[in-house]
C-alpha cells in the first residue's frame, strides 16, 4: 500500500511540472517546448517525468482534463444544493472560477489554445443553462441548436476578450452579458419559424 508521503510526493512532483509547463507556454508555443526544458525549469529528472507523462501533449491533456473536472465539479456543487440555481449566478459562478485560475485559463482558453477543449468547457456550462433558457421560452430543440452552436462559439470569443482585458469587467457583468445576448437569440428565433 502506497503511503501518504509517497501521494504528496507524487502530487508535489506533478504539480512542479504542471508549473514549470505552464511558465513555459507562457513564453512559446508547445511545439518548442521540450520534455529535458520543463524537467530543468521543476528540477525534477526526465526518467520521472516519464513515469507520469508519455510527452509535452499528453502533459497539456492532463491539464486541460484537470480544468474540466474542476469545472463540473463546481457546478454540480451548485447544482446539490437542491435549490433552482439561477442563470445568471451560475453564469457569475464560472467566470469567477475562470478569474481565480486566470494564469492558466488565459493560456487554455487563448487564441493559441486548442479551441475543442475550448468549445468542451463552454458545452459543460451550457448545457445547463440552454436547457433552462429553451423550457422557459419555449422554442423548439431544433432552433435551440442553432442557438446553443452560436452562443458556444460566441462564449470562447467573450471569455478571450476578458482574459485579454485582464478581466477589468466583474463576472457578474460577464454572466449578465452572456446570458442577454443568449435571450436575445432565443428572442429572435421565437419570432422566425422557419
Known amino acids: ?89 451560475l453564469a457569475e459562478k464560472i467566470f469567477g472560477y475562470i478569474k481565480e485560475n486566470a494564469k492558466l485559463c488565459k493560456l487554455l482558453l487563448s487564441e493559441r489554445g486548442d479551441l475543442s477543449f475550448q468549445k468542451k468547457i463552454m458545452i459543460l456550462v451550457y448545457d445547463k443553462i440552454i436547457n433552462d433558457l429553451t423550457d422557459n421560452n419555449k422554442i423548439s430543440r431544433e432552433d435551440a441548436e442553432y442557438v446553443y452552436s452560436f452562443a458556444i462559439t460566441g462564449c470562447v470569443g467573450i471569455v478571450q476578450k476578458w482574459l485579454d482585458d485582464d478581466m477589468k469587467k466583474s463576472p457578474r457583468f460577464m454572466a449578465d452579458m452572456v446570458l442577454k445576448l443568449t435571450l436575445g437569440l432565443i428572442s429572435i428565433s421565437k419570432h422566425h419559424d422557419n
Do not use: P, W
Not at 45 to 57: I, M, Q
Open 1 to 89: 500500500m502506497k503511503s501518504v508521503k509517497d501521494d504528496r510526493r507524487v502530487k508535489y512532483t506533478k504539480m512542479v511540472l504542471k508549473d514549470s509547463f505552464i511558465s513555459l507556454l507562457e513564453k512559446k508555443d508547445i511545439s518548442q517546448i521540450t520534455v529535458k526544458e520543463i524537467c530543468e525549469n521543476a528540477d525534477i529528472n526526465r526518467a520521472t517525468f516519464y513515469s507520469h507523462y508519455t510527452d509535452v501533449y499528453d502533459l497539456l491533456k492532463k491539464i486541460e482534463n484537470e480544468l474540466l473536472e474542476n469545472v463540473n465539479v463546481h457546478l454540480l456543487q451548485l447544482y446539490q444544493k437542491g435549490k433552482k440555481v439561477n442563470e445568471t449566478d
